[in-house]
């Protein structure tokens, strides 16, 4: 049976390269929806009625967008995990760029971002230890703007990028492909690959630095991460700082005017 209020459909089911996926005509949240799923499953909705960003943002996910959670095993030491919000934006990133957009980029710590506007998100839950729920979002042919004119100007999508748009489900496949990809480089226990891959993919930006606890701010350049996730900014007098992600409150690029 359906656990989501808002359904009232039994999704349709396939398995899919070590995957099981559940896909629904509308849901709440495809996260929500995948907290109690097991490891390997995904669910992807055409439309999400109440769709969730980071830091309690809504998330606009009307028709002809990918709305997508996908279940990875997280088990053992919770350190070896540590980099997966990161390795979710490093996956998606690189689907997004090898459909012919080498300049999209990575806002830390997971924005998908064409120039200044916002083409995709990503929201990870930990409804448990032994699992991560990794919730991907992304602007193929829909419009958020016309639901938020707030948005207006603020995202951008795969239909305006591209001279022809991708199928969503083709998008999905190589999403969870590489979500495979680099949940078994962490699996590994060796995040050297992807640490060296995030850092060229972040470029060296000026940044501002909101410090969590009211502890103040720190601008510089974001020289990338270190090993264990955190972010290497360098202030303008020399001074290199190693900032773990709940030291950050928010990152804000400064971009030239
Ligand atoms: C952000 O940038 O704030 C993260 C956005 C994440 C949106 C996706 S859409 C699929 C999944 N289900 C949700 O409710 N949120 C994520």
Known sequence: MPTDPAIAEEPDIRAIDGWTLREFAEVTSTNSLAAHLPPWTAVRATVQTAGRGRTGRRWISDENGLWLSAVLPTPGDPARWSLLPLAAGWAALSVIRALGLPDARLCWPNDIL???????GILVDRF???AAVIGIGLNVANRPDLVDPALNGKTARLADLLPDTPAVISLLLRLLAALTREHDRLESGDASGLCRDLNHAWLHRHVHVTLAGGSGA???HLEGIDPAGALLLREAAGGLHALPAHRVDLLREVLPT
Not at 114 to 120: A, D, Y
Request: net charge positive.
């Open 128 to 130: 448990s230890a032994d």
């Open 114 to 120: 064409v120039g200044r506007r916002k083409l995709g």
């Open 218 to 220: 720190i601008s510089g």
